[in-house]
């Protein structure tokens, strides 16, 4: 029997990527899938495993073994046995590999109980999407998410008994600009003023071009990229905006596809939020909007920002649970570096149109209806999208379905307020243990629909604690010799 039965628009995808195989002649496929954390896992198989289909459906509908206890956050070790089954659609060459390699994405199935493992990330967003549906609010979510990261010529970190440091480099690094590098020709971005300089200032651009133009290969639509505000190699690829679970594919492949391009570059890219000291963190600001038969829920050309009152509900929802959704959208302990005042950080929950220093920000640069969307900026990119986009659906939806009122817009700079007035505006939290503990405090609007399930969120907090948050509290910090050694 299969495990995955194969109606008539799967079996006919399955028979796509086959001929795709052979036509190809590939030899190699690689399966991927989402460890809970969120980053990409993987094993090869030859593709005459999967050329030999039989009645069942071969590998797309029998799935292939593979131990799940040495996965983070999946089974124990008494009950390890997992199955992945390829999804056929989204598949691509692999860019990167010398021989021809077809790369697909995996689901995660229990061999036992025939049926979808609950701590699988994608089922999660997956089921996300069909609760949607099944409201009956809106039978579609797009989502685009603005992956921010860094470009580094050297990194090096090490953590031991006796020492602790990390020292970065970069050839754009404002702290280079006395260097004798034979010669040093200037054009170092200082902080805070990285933001769309053109190139000698941009060193970046032709890498940042072949990191879109694979991801076009790749069949991922890419909008726009562009060097960041922080010195030292910031920049930012936007992907165009996609359904809920495609886009979490795509995010987690074009993390691969950046890391790779600058690897073959000799130069490395981290997705960290706070790598540096002193300039701004890298987030992941996330559009959304909800839509039914073809019409964007979120225009009204008689609301605020030309925003609709479901919207204005939705967004009522990320703001009330934004203290819950912070531990998954900002999930690290490095996250709570980046969110803090002064940096273009939205930290504080209120929404406006233009304005960056909210929460919540309704983008004006079209009057299009198409267009209308919410911008949600706390989230990092860090975070597991499949969860991370899953969480604030259930939010939004939560806030449609009881109907939140998010208060009045705030259009003026918040930073810039008077401290009585300041005072009243709920920030996102301080660090990833108040956020863990908000999730703790309030995550029934997640388990509606089934879509998460107790288990894998005391998972989540359980590992976040235990695998995260106590190895970087129990460790000395190296500025803490600065502060107290001579006590």
């Known amino acids: 029997m299969a495990v995955l039965e194969l109606d008539l628009k799967r079996a006919s995808k399955v028979k796509e990527v086959l001929d795709f195989i052979r036509k190809h002649k590939i030899e190699v496929i690689d399966l991927k899938f989402t460890d809970l954390p969120g980053q990409w896992q993987h094993f090869s198989v030859l593709s005459s495993e999967i050329l030999g289909e039989d009645e069942d459906g071969g590998i797309f509908g029998q799935g292939i073994g593979f131990d799940g206890s040495s996965i983070r956050g999946f089974q124990e070790i008494h009950e390890s046995d997992m199955l992945l089954i390829p999804d056929p659609e989204g598949y691509f060459i692999d860019p990167f590999l010398k021989e021809p390699t077809l790369s697909l994405v995996c689901d995660i199935y229990d061999p036992v109980t025939k049926g979808p493992y609950s701590r699988d990330p994608r089922y999660v967003a997956r089921k996300a999407e069909e609760h949607l549906a099944g409201t009956g609010i809106a039978d579609t979510i797009y989502v ?16 031991n008994v006796n020492s602790g440091y990390y020292y970065i480099d970069s050839v754009e690094g404002s702290w ?57 190699g910031q920049c930012e690829i936007d992907l165009r905006f996609g359904t809920l679970t495609t886009m979490g594919d795509r995010v987690l492949a074009y993390k691969y596809m950046v890391k790779n391009v600058a690897n073959r570059h000799g130069k490395v890219a981290t997705f960290m939020p706070k790598p540096l000291f002193g300039d701004n963190g890298s987030g992941m600001h996330t559009h959304q909007s909800l839509w039914k038969a073809g019409r964007n829920l979120f225009y009204d050309a008689e609301g605020y920002a030309r925003l609709s009152r479901l919207a204005h509900w939705y967004i009522g929802g990320l703001l009330h649970h934004a203290r819950a959704l912070m531990a998954f959208c900002a999930p690290t302990t490095n996250s709570y570096k980046r969110l803090v005042p002064g940096y273009e950080a939205p930290v504080n929950l209120v929404y406006s149109s233009r304005n ?111 695998r995260e948050m106590d190895p970087v509290r129990l460790r000395p910090h190296p500025y803490e010799f600065y502060l107290y050694f001579d006590a």
């Open 176 to 232: 280079n600009s006395g260097r004798s590098e034979g010669p040093n020709l200037g054009y170092k971005p200082r902080p805070k003023e990285g933001y769309f300089p053109v190139p000698p200032h941009d060193s970046l651009q032709d890498i940042r071009t072949e990191m879109v133009l694979t991801m076009k290969r790749a069949g991922i639509p890419v909008e726009v990229h562009h060097h960041e505000v922080a010195t030292a």
């Open 144 to 159: 685009g998410p603005e992956a921010e990261f860094f470009i580094f010529d050297d990194i090096r970190f090490d953590q």
């Open 356 to 466: 960056r220093s909210a929460a919540i920000r309704i983008p004006a640069y079209s009057e299009s209806v198409g267009a209308k969307r919410i911008e949600f900026r706390p989230p990092d990119p860090t975070c597991n999208p499949y969860l991370s986009f899953a969480a604030m659906l259930m939010a939004g939806l939560d806030g449609i379905r009881k109907k939140m009122d998010p208060g009045s817009p705030i259009d003026e700079n918040i930073y810039e307020l008077p401290p009585e007035r300041a005072a009243k505006i709920r920030t996102v939290p301080s660090s990833l243990e108040e956020s863990l503990k908000a999730l703790e405090d309030d995550h029934e609007f997640l388990l509606e629909g089934n879509v998460f399930t107790p288990d894998l969120i005391e998972m989540w907090i359980n590992y976040k604690r235990q």
